[in-house]
């Protein structure tokens, strides 16, 4: 099933406003929560080694108050919501969530392991992206997550093409999947998708630690960074921006991608323009932060007060790939702007 044209233009609208928001912040400086990830559950189907918060059993907000607090930030200038988790699609919800929230005008993306998918696809299918999370080939998925978690993920890239939401697959480097890269990049030129790829850098907060068993041999990663920047400038179907990927390849060691303060760099963009509002409503800059102590909260009372009292964060410069793709995009940096473009469009 082909998207209406309808349907495809519509949806640039909210990103269009989001570049005019980063603009007017560039030139007067103006603080907006352009981007927004919200965690609707700790609760997930799968277990991933690289992941600990099915574990952390936080209370998820009400629909009404998720519904207050999409009106909130639409208020303020929102223009892309996220909902991750956990696994979002575990929400009876999700679908009034999400029509919700692209009723005011938001850009709407999930993330999924893909496990509910076909069988929720009504819940979905009023997405404007869907990110799955794919570890690799069968065997290396299935290590990580569950047997059978594989064939899953591609019924649900499946369902999801056939409904005509667009989806990408997202990929966490480990030292099971290295190995994989190129099948993962052969998939999806095969199933005309984009495969987005990034290093570990969970915050223990969110990872119990436990991430860094499976850091990847340090020289392997940077062959394989590497080779999806060719794969980039051959145009293969990888997500991540060319200045991305060559950001990666700059940092000290993967191995330890905590985020740094670099006095040369700009400062983050995170609590001015991104957040992330957690589980219970606890709101950071981004999720490499979340558990730094005395957070502000939207489970209840203002969300414009709450979003004022985030702490800035000290750092500038991490590893993380969304975050370092949201700094460039919001600094409206042109190769990485055209290089999203490009990628959301096609």
Known sequence: MVRPIRRTVESWFPLVRMGLGALRNRLGGRAAPLNVMISLTDACTSDCGYCAIPQRNHPALSTSRLREIIDELADLGACR?????????????????????????????AVSNGDLVPRHIDRIRD??????????????????????SHGRVLAALRAARDAGIPAWTLTVLTRHNLDDVPYLVDLAEARGHKAAFQVLHHAEALDGGQGQA????????????????????????????LWQLQQLLGWPDLHTPDPVHDPTAPPCLGGRLFFNVDTAGSVYPCSLLIGRPNAPTVAEGSVADALASVQAPACNRCAATAFTEYNALLRLQPEVMAAWARSIVG
Do not use: C, M, Y
């Open 81 to 109: 919501v996220g909902f991750w988790g956990g696994e979002p699609l575990l929400r009876d919800d999700l679908g009034e969530l999400i029509q919700h929230a692209r009723s005011r005008g938001l850009w709407v993306s």
């Open 127 to 148: 997405l404007d992206h869907l990110i799955l999370s794919l570890d690799g080939a069968a065997a290396a998925h299935d290590q990580q997550r569950a047997p059978g």
């Open 214 to 241: 499976l850091h990847p041999p340090r020289q392997a990663l940077r062959d394989r960074l590497t080779w999806l920047a060719q794969a980039k400038r051959r145009g293969r179907p990888v997500a991540n921006s």
